[in-house]
């Protein structure tokens, strides 16, 4: 079965630092990795997404995430946080190979950008 | 840009009420899904609807829920008798099936059971 971790509930960073969100899943394959951002009282934006290729993916808002096959991972960066990036991270599990492609999430990370 | 559209933002219902909750997919996907969140965990899939049917759905998704697409446009959750437990954000979604696997979703409608 899929699964998604996000160890870190909550991380505190300070603006203009570098940033990194923790992922990893379980799948029995390769699985389409996605990453979510919901701003208070928002929906989810997709932020970036791995399907194949290219292992270092480029998002919006100067995101890029890194798929590691080794280690079962999907971690999101930023080189430099800014105080609008504060919000809720979800990373996210698409399932290859059905049709759905319904999504699995983590339990997410909540960023708190400090000036 | 096309976007999913949810109705109502916030709903307040008593226990055991049926609530109807309301999303009008971005015109040209054809797969459907509603997730819902619960204050403080994760999104968690309920269901996805293709071809007028459900595709998958989880064990979350029991006999209390439903889903339809009445008249090509709109696509709804329907909680038949609501439970305390059923208050939650409730996300909607739309994938266009053959452009990508990537799911937009709506804005959110969140459910007060009281």
């Known amino acids: 079965a899929q699964s998604v971790t996000q160890p870190d509930i909550h991380i505190t960073v300070s603006e203009g630092a570098s940033l990194e969100l923790r992922c990893n899943y379980s799948y029995g394959a390769t699985p389409y990795l996605f990453w979510y951002v919901q701003s208070p009282g928002q929906g989810l934006q997709l932020l970036l997404k791995y399907f194949s290729g290219d292992t270092l993916v480029q998002g919006i808002k100067g995101f890029e995430a890194e798929f590691k096959r080794s280690q079962s991972s999907f971690n999101l960066r930023k080189p430099s946080v800014h105080w609008s990036d504060a919000a809720e991270y979800f990373c996210?599990?698409?399932?290859?190979?059905?049709?759905?492609?319904?999504?699995?999430f983590g339990t997410g990370t909540r960023l708190t950008v400090i000036p | 840009e096309p976007e999913v559209t949810q109705t109502p933002s916030h709903q307040v219902t008593q226990m055991g009420q049926e609530v109807i909750l309301r999303c009008v997919p971005i015109?040209?996907?054809?797969?459907f899904y509603w997730y819902r969140q619960i204050l403080g965990q994760k999104v968690e899939f309920l269901v996805s609807f293709y071809n007028n049917e459900i595709s998958e759905k989880s064990e979350i998704f029991d006999d209390q829920f439903s889903v339809e697409r009445p008249d090509g446009s709109n696509f709804t959750l329907k909680i038949r008798s609501t439970k305390l437990e059923d208050s939650a954000m409730y996300f909607c979604?739309?994938?266009?099936?053959?452009?990508?696997?990537?799911?937009?979703f709506g804005q959110g409608t969140r459910l007060t059971v009281v």
């Open positions: 996210a599990v698409g399932a290859r190979g059905t049709g759905a492609n319904n999504l699995f």
């Open positions: 015109s040209n996907h054809l797969y």
């Open positions: 979604a739309s994938r266009d099936i053959i452009r990508s696997t990537e799911a937009f």
